[in-house]
């Protein structure tokens, strides 16, 4: 039961990372005047895959051995995941991105990123968090449903 909570944590992770960043891609094109590229900046990708696959695997293996959690459990259990992945997004996601796609940090502006990672990821909890609740909340139901 583990092993298959993992692996569907894998998966959601998988599909969240490419899902999440086509649709914030999506909304900022649009709002910003029209969609140029479909895939939108590839940082963006880069630097919500790890922590969001990595967050769906510990979960998928939490939640394996939850069967029932009850829903102020579920709230706080969003809560820390969707801040520990728009922490780790905006922070260190891009830093590593930035060393990916650029190869060094030598017109990286370091210090205001940080600050402004660690301002949007807590200004945007009330977004994040309601989503993070419905990815788990799915997790969990895909992990738990009953066998046809």
């Given at each position: ?18 899902f ?113 609740k ?15």
């Open positions: 039961m583990k092993v298959k909570g993992v692996l569907k944590g894998i998966t959601i992770g998988i599909f969240c990372s490419i999440i960043p086509y649709l914030f891609n999506s909304v900022g094109d649009t709002l910003a005047g029209g969609r140029i590229n479909y895939w939108g900046a590839s940082w963006v990708y880069i630097a919500f895959s790890i922590p969001m696959i990595l967050s769906m695997v510990i979960m998928g293996y939490y939640l394996s051995t939850q069967k029932n959690i009850p829903n102020k459990k579920m709230w706080l259990i969003s809560f820390f995941v969707t801040l520990i992945v728009s922490l780790l997004t905006g922070t260190l996601g891009i830093l590593i991105s930035e060393m990916i796609l650029r190869g060094n940090l030598n017109t990286f502006n370091l210090e205001d990123s940080m600050i402004w990672g660690v301002i949007y990821s807590i200004i945007l909890l009330p977004i994040t968090v309601p989503s993070g419905l990815i788990l909340n799915s997790l969990h139901y895909w992990i738990h449903k009953p066998a046809i």
